[in-house]
Structures are given as C-alpha cells and as structure tokens.
C-alpha cells in the first residue's frame, strides 16, 4: 500500500504540492480571521467584565481578564433610572416602524424601476445617484424638518428624513434585476396584476435582500444620535444612543447615587458606565445570530438566475 501511494506521489508531485499551498493559505486565512475577532472581543470583553465586577476590585487589578467577584449593583442601579426605559421605549419604535416604512418604501420604489418600459426611468434614477453625491445639508434639513413640517422634538424626525436611501434602493433594485423575468411573464399571462405578482412571487423571492437591508435599518435606527440632537430636546424623547452618550459624558451617575448613605454601597461611575453600555449593545447581538444567514446571500446580487 505504502509503495502505491509512494508513486502515485512521483507521478502527480503538483497535486501534492497545491494541497500543501492550499493548507499553508486555510492556516493563514484563519490566522488572520482569528487575530482581527480577537481585536474586536477584547474591548467587549473588558466592557463585560467591568460591568460585573466591584468597582473596589477594578481600582486594585484594573488589568484582570476575567472577573474575581460578580456584582449586579450596578445593572440594578441603570435600569432603576427612568431615562434608560424611555430610551429603550422610543429605540424599539424607531427600530420597529422606521424599519417595516423604511423597507415598504424601498419595495414600491424599486420594482417599478426594474421595468425597462417606465418612461423616465432613466432620470428617475439619475436623479437618485446624484442624491448620494449631493445633500441638502444640515441646516436645509433641519428647517424642512422642524419648521416646514413642524416635527421638532418628534419621534418622526428621526424616521422621515432617512426613509428612503439611495443605496439601499440601488441594492434592492439589482437584486430585483437578478430575479427570472420568466416567472412574472408567466403570472402576468395566467391573469395576474402587478400588485399580486409583487406580493406572491416577486417578495418572497426578495428575503435575502429584505433580511440584509432590514439588519442594517434596524442597526441604524438602534444606533441613531445625531440626527436626535438635531430634533430632540426633551429627555423623555432621547433614543438609547442619547441617553447612553448623555450618561457618560455627563454626571447623571450622581442622581443614580442620591439617596445613598454609606459611601462604599454608592455605585461609581466606571462601573455605571460599562453596565449601561451593555444595555445598550445586548439586544442587537441577540437579533445578529437570526438573520446572519441572509448577509452573504443578500449581497450577492442577482444570485437567482434563469
């Protein structure tokens, strides 16, 4: 057996070659995968450890890798101010109704633009592109927003604005692309309308697209800050980025701590910090695992062919 494979060997020496090329390059690709999660979990981590320790055991090893002693005061002292809960409240609507708008809007703007027989498709699209090249600005936006509309310190303004994307739309209008024109001619000639082509042959061939774009909606929407410093002033309508950014960079650990007698039961702000930026992050991390899957697929466009 031994001398069988020894000259097989003699007789194909590049095919032994490329398995050990294609071995070296796997190694290397995983090493350089496994370096760069590495990079990214450590600051999760130290955030994750942080956040249960004591901050007593954080002053005396502020380098310890895993946590010595495990401690929910400070998670119990975050959710007990009111601003967090609200900021959850208005993040979900957000996540929620600026995502199902967001993608029925992508829905009806694309599909008709997929048909070559629109007159001024074209131009319709023309004028799409130059939207990502050229904005109306900050102070445009915000006078449409709060003056014309009158959306000030509105949950809207942080939704209308960005409804419609023109990235997204591109994305979703190549996917369409992509789909075999055979099926709708064939709906269309057994009696279908437009409408019911879109909803029952058209839609549920688009889920790895809607899945994709709906994960970064609703990332966007989960992250959004800036545009609330734009069109919100009452705290009670803070999204949860504001609120967190608020918490940090300010001394709102002081009211968590009003009431405290005895100094060594008062939560401290490092420990505060790190609790609710875990509040903040969690449930995005628990919604990624479910629609991971149609990441790749969605960004393949045109996938499905005739």
Request: glycine residues 6%; hydrophobic residues 45%; charged residues 15%.
């Amino acid at each position: 057996m031994s001398t069988q494979t020894h000259a097989s060997q003699k007789k194909n020496p590049n095919r032994i070659r490329l398995r050990t090329d294609d071995r070296a390059m796997a190694i290397l690709c995983y090493g350089i995968v496994g370096l760069f999660s590495f990079l990214c979990l450590v600051p999760f981590w130290y955030v994750l450890v942080y956040s249960f320790e004591p901050y007593s055991l954080y002053l005396t090893r502020p380098e310890l890798p895993w946590p010595m002693e495990i401690t929910l005061d400070a998670y119990k002292k975050a959710l007990a101010y009111p601003l967090i809960w609200s900021g959850y409240r208005n993040t979900l609507f957000l996540a929620t109704v600026g995502t199902m708008l967001t993608m029925t809007m992508m829905v009806v703007t694309a599909y008709p633009l997929t048909k070559r027989n629109l007159k001024g498709r074209n131009f319709i699209l023309t004028l799409w592109v130059i939207t990502m090249f050229f904005g109306g600005g900050m102070i445009p936006n915000y006078i449409l927003v709060c003056r014309t509309l009158n959306l000030k310190n509105s949950l809207w303004a942080l939704i209308l604005p960005g409804l419609c994307g023109c990235y997204n739309l591109i994305l979703m209008k190549n996917y369409m692309n992509g789909l075999p024109q055979s099926i709708e001619e064939a709906a269309l000639i057994d009696g279908a309308s437009d409408v019911k082509v879109l909803i029952k042959i058209v839609l549920p061939l688009c889920k790895p697209i809607l899945a994709t774009l709906s994960l970064f909606t609703i990332v966007g929407y989960w992250n959004s800050y800036f545009s609330s410093v734009l069109y919100t002033y009452k705290p009670e309508k803070y999204p949860l980025q504001r609120v967190l950014r608020e918490f940090i960079s300010s001394d709102m650990v002081d009211e968590l701590n009003a009431g405290e007698i005895e100094a060594q039961e008062m939560i401290q702000p490092f420990t505060a910090k790190m609790a609710v930026i875990m509040i903040a992050t969690l449930p995005v991390m628990c919604i990624y695992p479910f629609l991971q899957k149609y990441f790749m697929t969605g960004l393949v466009l045109g996938g499905v062919k005739e």
